[in-house]
């Protein structure tokens, strides 16, 4: 009884909220009222929780289910998650309220915090050539990263293939916008076009370089990165430069 009388009362806010909404142009928030809840992928304590809130916390509600006092809300990284209806109160923001809550914009908080791997598809500039690469990661920490490479450099005498391992230090994992570097190792094998004039060589590759981790809604990140190569063998070396960009995740 008293968990439906509590959902009636929210039933209530929320239309009292909604009509406000209506009438001043305001925006719907639910704000946690335990100490902590769970915020899951459906409407149902089956589906999976994606997210935390505590007491405090508020989140836009985009819709309320006819069943089960769920609500559909807007977590601060654009994702959607439902949360228990017993567990948060309904109100109305509008633009000239003071320290109010805030709807999710372009960019979001990272999702270093709580992830376990990553994968970036990035393209560019290898040696004044396309260059397109695949960078899969295992978060270690919120602020270190392994991660493999394996690139494809396309260039008018030969057809370069750059793989290796690097680690990734993310100076500041909780930022929207936040500086990286990377530093790393592997090889290169390099096969010629015409291989009756050059023959196929294998190279070392020492890696290191830097740029910009960008976090958007849904998790997606937009990766900017410069690095310096040194490609050695037993008798020569010399130094190659890549530029590029690409999106990617974490999950």
Known sequence: M??????????????????????EDADVFARVTVAE????????????????????????IQTRETSGYWLEVLLPDGR???VLGDTVEAMAVDEDTPNGPSKPGLFAP?????AHGGLALMGGVWNKSGYSEVRPALVIAP????????????????????YG???ALNLAPDWAIAPFFVLGA?????????????????????????GLLISLRFRLLLRLEVSD????????YKNVQSYVGGLGSYF
Not at 2 to 23: I, V
Not at 110 to 114: G, V
Not at 229 to 236: G, I, K, M, S
Request: proline content about 4%; some cysteine.
């Open 186 to 210: 592997g090889g290169m094998h390099e096969k010629p076009k015409e291989e009756n004039i050059r023959q196929t060589r294998d190279w070392f590759n020492a890696r290191v370089g830097g």
């Open 2 to 23: 008293r968990r439906f009388l509590r959902a009636c009362g929210l039933a209530l806010a929320l239309l009292a909220a909604s009509k406000h909404a209506r009438a």
């Open 80 to 82: 959607t998650a439902y």
């Open 143 to 162: 602020a270190i990263a392994f991660e493999p490479y394996l690139g494809l450099a396309l260039q008018s005498d030969s057809r370069r293939l750059i």
């Open 37 to 60: 809840t769970e915020l899951r992928a459906g409407p149902g304590v089956s589906y999976r929780v994606i997210h935390r809130g505590h007491r405090g916390d508020t989140f836009l």
């Open 165 to 167: 391992g690097a680690f």
């Open 229 to 236: 190569f040194v490609l050695y063998t037993e008798d020569r």
């Open 110 to 114: 990272p999702a270093l915090e709580d």
